[in-house]
């Protein structure tokens, strides 16, 4: 029970910086935001740790934007609207449609995919209409819902099979797009605070699905 009790903490943890990461991507960043995130240096101690090398680099990045004056909310704005905005042809579009098809068709199909996902689970995004379904940010949404539901089933058939639903969403998608989002936010992103974001959206993907893919793990 005292393991089962680490890793439901863990996974509470993870959910956090997913909230975190999804809400800087689907939303242009507020002065309150950058206020409670960097001014008052709550980046520098991340609710969970990990000997992922890539979350340890995110660790890093977010840490050092702290500090950074670049981390600032003209700054911050700048960079999310030329990585991110629809309307400006952006450098890094959150949408997984974007990365694994320029077929029109293909898109619609890939869309409705996800979408069915999401149906299956009963879930209807809350921005349904105002944000695209396949958006890094209501997939993100969407995983953290995942999550929540594995946290409460005292079952243990029940949290095998949300375990290998959950690594089988991670797996159709994000694997098959995060990491070339990623690699376009390290290359254009201007504040090291987006870079640490990107980085850290992929480390906690590749944690969680590590997670669930484990059977009576010891967790620090």
């Known amino acids: 029970m005292e393991t ?10 993870y959910n956090m910086l ?3 990461a999804g809400t800087m991507i689907m ?5 309150e935001c950058i206020n409670d995130f960097w001014k008052q240096g709550i980046l520098k101690s991340l609710p969970v740790s990990s000997l992922n090398p890539r979350f340890i680099k995110a660790a890093s990045q977010l840490n050092e934007s702290v500090g950074d004056q670049n981390s600032n909310i003209a700054m911050m704005s700048y960079d999310y609207k030329s990585l991110f905005a629809e309307n400006s042809n952006p450098s890094a579009p959150p949408f997984e449609s974007f990365y694994r098809s320029k077929d029109y068709l293909i898109i619609e199909k890939q869309r409705s995919e996800v979408i069915e996902f999401y149906n299956s689970y009963g879930w209807e995004s809350r921005y349904k209409g105002k944000i695209s379904d396949d958006h890094l940010g209501i997939e993100l949404l ?6 929540e539901k594995y ?3 005292d079952d243990e058939a029940c949290n095998s099979e949300m375990r290998n639903e959950i690594r089988r969403y991670i797996n159709q998608h994000l694997f098959s797009w995060v990491p070339d989002w990623n690699e ?3 290359k ?12 850290l959206v992929l480390a906690c993907i590749e944690d969680i699905y590590s997670i669930m893919g484990q059977n009576d793990t010891k967790f620090n």
């Open 184 to 186: 376009q936010i390290q």
């Open 27 to 31: 939303f242009d960043p507020e002065q």
């Open 18 to 20: 997913l909230y975190f």
């Open 4 to 13: 089962e009790r680490q890793e439901h903490n863990i996974l509470k943890g």
């Open 142 to 147: 969407f995983l953290t819902r995942m999550i």
């Open 151 to 153: 946290l409460v089933l």
């Open 188 to 199: 254009n992103a201007n504040t090291i605070s987006y870079k640490g974001i990107g980085t």
